[in-house]
């Protein structure tokens, strides 16, 4: 199992190979503690759209149903060694989408790797960067 994913993460787009129209902008906060994984994402796409979109699932294997922009999500977690493997099923215009998504976390805990293998998103690799702790 990996260090804590728990923080606030921005895309860093122009190190990341996104597949098809890529947002302009993505930032995710995410909470995490052993089994429980909350994930609110943020996504601005090119023409200024804002999506809020929040995922919630545990390592512990369980199925989880999340609604992302709209979709019903099943999703499975687990680490495989320091990777959690998130893998979702939606469908999608009368085909079933499937997505496996490997999260590694740097050595110094400062970069985010989510890199698409084996799924319908086969090669999309996003890297996100750990943002300063905002003071109250």
Sequence with gaps: MSASLTGT????LQKSKVIGPGP?????NIAHAEPNLDVEMFI????GE?????FRASTSGE???NSVLGQTWRSRLRWIGQEL?????VEHEDRELRF??????SPD???????????????????LERQPEQQP
């Design 9 to 12: 993460w921005k895309a860093n």
């Design 100 to 105: 496996r998504d490997f999260w590694s976390l």
């Design 85 to 89: 493997l998130i893998e979702s099923w």
């Design 63 to 65: 199925e989880a149903v």
């Design 24 to 28: 302009k902008e993505m930032r995710m």
């Design 109 to 127: 805990g400062q970069t985010l790797t989510m890199q698409h293998r084996d799924d319908d998103l086969a090669g999309q690799i996003t890297i």
């Design 44 to 47: 601005t796409t090119q023409n």
């Design 50 to 54: 804002r999506h809020q979109v929040p």
